[in-house]
Nanobody
Framework: QVQLVESGGGLVQAGDSLRLSCAAS????????MGWFRQAPGQEREFVAF????????NYKDSVKGRFTISRDNAKNTIYLQMNSLKPEDTAIYYC????????????????WGQGTQVTVSS
């Protein structure tokens, strides 16, 4: 079992940047594929990005490609989501998740979840 804690959210203006962090404890993060998901008000939770165990493979939701970058530092047991050129449509609670199986965009494929961090983007 692994515990995940997100941080780095906040209130920003359109066009600004934020870097979210997800710190893991209880197990070595390197055994997991890791993903970021988000849930906007009144919406279902949706896939944002994932990164493979060693960091060699990434994938992104189409609407964030070119703006968001997922990365990991296994030595620090942490993954990141760098978010640039933020838009009001990015407003959501952002969650990190750990996947011990195959890389996937599906919520059902992830085994462990953090509590989330709020990102609010004003125009």
């Amino acid at each position: 079992q692994v515990q995940l804690v997100e941080s780095g959210g906040g209130l920003v203006q359109a066009g600004d940047s934020l870097r979210l962090s997800c710190a893991a404890s209880g197990h070595t993060l390197s055994i997991y594929n890791m993903g970021w998901f988000r849930q906007a008000p009144g919406q279902e939770r949706e896939f944002v990005a994932f990164v493979s165990r060693s960091g060699g493979v990434t994938n992104y939701k189409d609407s964030v490609k070119g703006r968001f970058t997922i990365s990991r530092d296994n030595a620090k047991n942490t993954i990141y989501l760098q978010m640039n050129s933020l838009k009001p449509e990015d407003t959501a609670i952002y969650y990190c998740a750990a996947d011990q199986g195959y890389m996937t965009t599906r919520i059902s494929g992830y085994d462990y979840w953090g509590q989330g961090t709020q990102v609010t983007v004003s125009s």
